[in-house]
């Protein structure tokens, strides 16, 4: 196992071990975490809520979650299309990663999602189509890190998204300029933050009570 690995596995029993107490916590138990990543089902795993959001498990190449964001709803409406991981437009990207072909990969529209915590492609569509109509838009948090290809563009255009409530992590000091952003530290030889790094409950850097209850 790697020392991600680890980190994450220590830090879901945290989550789990605290949940009902940070529930307490909190104005409200109906929101969704748009998310690039696992962050969102961190966030309702840590809180002992149900899962509010078809971002879940997933993650996106950092230039096809913005174009997601900024047309969700017509994303939304797309049909999820499988295909063979080598067929993805981001293989030399990925290919190196020892999971990736272990998981499935579809399309939606010209982007795509990359569900690397589902084994199938039935579950995905499952998952996927129940967690779409529990999207509660009136109470919704936008998340974007600097993984997965995450350019100076791409930040610019999450930090211009024309939404209130939306939060970007990031380990690297040229992204800190965005007023979105929230620089975590991590060891000097990370490139951009990894998921055991970014915070899923109040922290030094943010207030995760606050963030919800200001939804």
């Known amino acids: 196992m790697t020392i991600e690995g680890l980190r994450l596995k220590l830090l879901a029993i945290k989550r789990k ?48 979650y913005i174009k997601f964001i900024y047309n969700i709803k017509d994303y939304l409406k797309k049909e999820l299309v499988f295909i063979s991981p080598s067929d993805s437009m981001y293989y030399n990207q990925l290919k190196n990663d020892r999971f990736f072909g272990n998981y499935p990969v579809a399309k939606l529209g010209d982007i795509e999602i990359f569900f690397m915590h ?39 255009m999450f930090d211009n998204l024309p939404v209130h409530n939306k939060v970007f992590f990031t380990v690297r000091k040229d992204f800190a300029k965005y007023k979105t952003a929230v620089k975590i530290k991590a060891p000097r030889s990370h490139k951009f933050i990894c998921a055991s790094y970014e915070p899923f409950g109040n922290s030094k850097y943010i207030n995760i009570n606050e963030l919800i209850n200001n939804l």
Not at 26 to 33: A, R, S
Not at 126 to 151: A, P, S, V
């Open 118 to 156: 589902y084994t199938s492609k039935e579950q995905v569509i499952e998952k996927w189509q129940r967690r779409i109509k529990r999207i509660n838009w009136d109470h919704i948090l936008y998340k974007f890190n600097d993984q997965n290809g995450c350019t100076d563009y791409d930040v610019k």
């Open 17 to 64: 071990r605290l949940s009902k107490f940070r529930k307490r916590k909190i104005n409200k138990n109906k929101f969704t975490i748009i998310s690039n990543n696992c962050w969102g089902g961190e966030v309702y795993e840590s809180y002992d809520l149900i899962k509010q959001s078809p971002t879940i498990g997933l993650f996106f190449m950092a230039s096809d």
